[in-house]
């Protein structure tokens, strides 16, 4: 029902900025809470940021608040805006689109039905 492709991940340094992409596709999609999760080397997905359906309520993990933003717009795009990048940040990057009105408990990954392929971000000190 939802298609998700992530874009905008790249090499950067350490304190540097990027920039993520989720255009999202297929019916009803704006009515879908979206996320965004990581996931390093060897270790499992983690949640990093998630918005409500109406773009009214977001939400961040503790170590990237005050760093990372996360939006939507009418053009059916959600952003996750990056600054003071660390090497910890280092991941490959999911979007992901889930069917709620929730506006809080968005960090669970099961509430997620929809992902993207994912977009690697390197950090480098």
């Known amino acids: 029902q939802v298609q998700l492709v992530e874009s905008g991940g790249g090499l950067v340094q350490a304190g540097g900025s990027l920039r993520l992409s989720c255009a999202a596709s297929?019916?009803?999609?704006?009515?879908?809470?979206m996320g965004w999760f990581r996931q390093a080397p060897g270790k499992e997905r983690e949640f990093v940021s998630a918005?409500?359906?109406?773009?009214?309520?977001t939400y961040y993990t503790d170590s990237v608040k005050g760093r990372f933003t996360i939006s939507r717009d009418g053009a059916k795009t959600t952003y996750l805006q990056m600054n003071s990048l660390k090497p910890e940040d280092t991941a490959v990057y999911y979007c992901a689109a889930a069917k709620t009105y929730q506006t809080t408990a968005l960090a669970p990954e099961s509430l997620y039905e929809y992902w993207g392929q994912g977009t690697q971000v390197t950090v480098s000190s």
């Open positions: 297929g019916r009803t999609f704006m009515l879908y809470a």
């Open positions: 918005i409500s359906w109406d773009g009214t309520n």
